[in-house]
């Protein structure tokens, strides 16, 4: 008996099994009522007296190993099932289907402008929205009394016991750069700007700018159209023509207004130009002496250009957006129309 049970013991340790079906046959085998193990009880009582209690333990241990083992058996199975499941999931795969987004067309236009700018040697330069009078006024050769420093134009967000309000220009990144470097400089501002309007179709509290300031030895009004010319013909087409105008701005001597030759008609005239087959997209002219010496720089050693657009009027231009409110209003339906753009 005790030799019988010493067989099984190392026959039980040995067993495998590699399908849930096949630990439930070794179950049988061993441990149902007319199992190998069972059976072995029975005859227990033809175990002589003395040997009764060795045996009984033995007996008892061999039970306890053939129901641990079918047990580790059985869970062995199921483990090693559920990983090959798990092999056959895509865990790379997107769990439900999500939209992608697309960039704002003001990004878009105005990342198409950067990049025409820094062809051209233009690097970026940014500065802050809330400002100084000093910055975005003084030594900018406003006049004590222009009406832009009336709240009427600008939004001040204290006037004691200094001016700080917010920037109405980008021109003053200008300033900052020209404060803090020497020449030669040539940056171009991007930005957000703010003027006191009623919002409307045509008009809004805020929009964005991208100026540009060229500061060197010998830059001169042709170098100004120059650049500027690359740049109409860049964002609009090779055909592109423009047309400057004599205007006036404080910190720029001569200035002018750049008009292109509509992109609706070709310059042919319609309702787009007002009939006039011209159409304004910018600001520009030579840095006034005064604004370099009120910044630390030679006016007589160095002379520059700036300009100045929006990137919502280039935008319109381009895309025939109607009403400026609609590129804040964050309707994903107006905004998707960009997913193709680019
Ligand atoms: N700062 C001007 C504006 O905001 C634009 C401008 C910049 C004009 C540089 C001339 C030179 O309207």
Redesign the pocket.
């Known amino acids: 008996m005790l030799d019988k049970i010493k067989n099984l013991t190392a026959e039980i340790e040995a067993l495998t099994a590699s399908s849930t079906d096949e630990v439930e046959q070794l179950r049988i085998k061993y441990l149902s009522k007319k199992g190998i193990v069972s059976l072995l009880f029975n005859d227990f009582r033809t175990v002589p007296a003395e040997q009764k209690r060795e045996v009984g333990q033995k007996l008892n241990q061999l039970k306890t190993l053939a129901t641990e083992k079918i047990n580790a058996l059985r869970e062995q199975v199921a483990a090693a099932g559920e990983s090959a499941e798990a092999e056959k999931i895509d865990l790379t795969r997107t769990a439900t289907p999500c939209a992608e987004g697309s960039r704002h067309p003001l990004s878009l236009v105005r990342n198409e402008m950067i990049d025409i700018f820094s062809r051209m040697g233009f690097t970026i330069a940014e500065g802050p929205e809330v400002e100084d009078d000093w910055h975005v006024f003084s030594s900018l050769n406003f006049a004590a009394d222009h009406p832009a420093r009336d709240m009427q134009d600008t939004f001040f967000i204290s006037r004691n016991p200094v001016d700080v309000l917010l920037r109405?220009?980008?021109?003053s990144v200008?300033t900052r750069t020209m404060e803090r470097l020497t020449p030669p400089i040539r940056i171009v501002c991007p930005g957000r700007?703010y003027r006191n309007e009623a919002i409307s179709a045509r008009a809004h509290c805020f929009f964005h700018?991208i100026?540009?300031?060229y500061i060197d030895k010998d830059v001169s009004f042709a170098d100004l159209k120059q650049a500027l010319l690359y740049f109409a013909r860049q964002m609009f087409g090779p055909e592109t023509k423009i047309r400057l105008r004599p205007s006036y701005?404080p910190?720029?001597e001569p200035?002018a207004e750049m008009d292109i030759s509509c992109n609706l008609c070709g310059g042919k005239g319609c309702g787009f130009c007002k009939h006039t087959g011209w159409v304004e997209i910018?600001?520009?002219?030579m840095?006034d002496p005064n604004v370099l010496e009120a910044c630390g720089i030679d006016s007589k050693v160095y002379t520059g250009?700036?300009?100045?657009?929006g990137v919502e009027r280039i935008t319109n231009l381009k895309y025939q957006v109607k009403d400026l409110r609609m590129f804040s209003e964050n309707d994903v339906r107006f905004l998707a129309e960009f997913d193709a753009a680019h």
């Open positions: 109405t220009h980008t021109s200008q700007v700018q100026e540009g300031l701005f910190f720029t200035s910018l600001g520009c002219g840095v250009y700036a300009f100045g657009m």
